[in-house]
């Protein structure tokens, strides 16, 4: 049995006053509420007082990107063992939105997979196809393509430490949300390609997450889909209410 992981992605929102006060708000809705993960994962600035208003609860947190080399002149960037020593346990890698605005390349991604791993970090890598790939029917090469790309050269042992989030481009921010049927189909298309890259058992015990659009009311149905072991949530991760139903949903 996989268990559930509920990760939050803020992207660019709240101010690190903000986030001590919806930090200590959302510890109270996720109290005690320990059959699934729970991951906040915030703006750099916001770190120090999200690791600090999370300290003795259930909630951990993640960074949104990390930069490749361990240090050096690469101005604005930050490392893997920056986060690290501000008691970050998570990082996502590769989401659709550093693709589009930010240049993001399947390389590159696979370059900050392999140093956020080697320091110790979980990565939440993600992947998914565009509307336009949906729509010409190759989705499942997409999805296979960047799966095998991002995890190039990585061991079995590595593959414990990454959970993959299945982002639908098209539903992410749109209140599109791919059916349960669909987020379960590309799921198991992500797990089959970990079985080919590594074996049936890595991919069995891989966290494969669905993102895009998840809600207080759609988070149930979604969840209970076999290949869904949990969600990245934007918008809805704002919100502790809401996102206190999608933990709830989790368990
Ligand atoms: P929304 O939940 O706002 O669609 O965002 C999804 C997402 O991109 C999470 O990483």
Redesign the pocket.
């Known amino acids: 049995m996989r268990k559930k992981v509920i990760a939050g992605?803020w992207?660019m929102n709240k101010t690190p006053a903000e986030t001590t006060v919806f930090i200590n708000e959302l510890s109270k809705v996720t109290a005690g509420k320990n059959n699934c993960d729970i991951i906040a994962c915030v703006p750099f600035v916001d770190i120090q007082n999200a690791v600090a208003a999370a300290k003795g609860t259930n909630i951990k947190i993640g960074a949104q990107n990390v930069h490749f080399e361990k240090s050096g002149a690469f101005t604005g960037e930050i490392s893997a063992d920056m986060l690290l020593d501000l008691g970050v346990e998570y990082v996502?890698i590769g989401?659709?939105?550093r693709r589009q605005y930010f240049g993001e390349t399947d390389d590159t991604v696979n370059l900050r997979v392999k140093a956020a791993l080697s320091a110790g970090l979980i990565v939440i890598l993600?992947i998914g196809e565009l509307l336009a790939q949906r729509e010409d029917g190759i989705t499942s090469e997409i999805l296979s393509m960047q799966t095998k790309k991002a995890l190039k050269g990585l061991t079995k042992d590595q593959m414990k430490n990454v959970i993959i989030?299945y982002?639908p481009v098209w539903?992410?921010?749109?209140g599109k949300t791919a059916t349960a049927e669909q987020a379960n189909e590309a799921c198991l298309i992500v797990r089959d390609a970990v079985a080919e890259i590594f074996d049936k058992e890595t991919a069995e015990n891989t966290i494969i997450q669905y993102?895009?659009?998840?809600?207080a009311k759609n988070a149930a149905e979604l969840l209970a889909m076999e290949n869904v072991d949990g969600g990245?949530?934007?918008?809805?991760?704002l919100k502790s209410a809401d996102f206190g139903i999608i933990v709830d949903a989790a368990q």
């Open positions: 992605n992207k996502i989401h659709s939105e993600c989030a982002e539903a992410i921010g749109t993102g895009g659009s998840m809600n990245l949530i934007g918008g809805a991760s």
